[in-house]
Nanobody
């Protein structure tokens, strides 16, 4: 069982930056591939970025590529999402997600149904 707690959301102006954190409980974090998703009002949850359990492989949605960076610190059971050059269309609740990835240290996952564990979400609001 893994519990995820996100933090770092807030209200910023367009062009500014934020860093989200997601802390996982338990001692098995190093076996979990991680992802970030977001959901804007009236829209479906969408994939943002993912990272393999080893941290060596990352993948980004086209809408955030070049602006967002995912990273992880397995010693701290934490995955981060650095968001630069924020736009009003980035406004959403951001969720981190985890799934066990025992077979490969380089696999990542982009579909929400591939993840078993979810955090409660943190609100990011970008004003124009």
């Amino acid at each position: 069982q893994v519990q995820l707690v996100e933090s770092g959301g807030g209200l910023v102006q367009a062009g500014e930056s934020l860093r989200l954190s997601c802390v996982a409980s338990g001692q098995s974090f190093r076996w979990y591939a991680m992802g970030w998703f977001r959901q804007a009002p009236g829209k479906e949850r969408e994939f943002v970025t993912a990272i393999s359990r080893g941290g060596g492989t990352t993948y980004y949605a086209d809408s955030v590529k070049g602006r967002f960076t995912i990273s992880r610190d397995n010693a701290k059971n934490t995955v981060y999402l650095r968001m630069n050059s924020l736009k009003p269309e980035d406004t959403a609740v951001y969720y981190c997600a985890a799934r066990a990835s025992y077979l490969s240290s380089s696999d990542y996952y982009t579909r929400s149904d591939e993840y078993n564990y979810w955090g409660q979400g943190t609100q990011v609001t970008v004003s124009s």
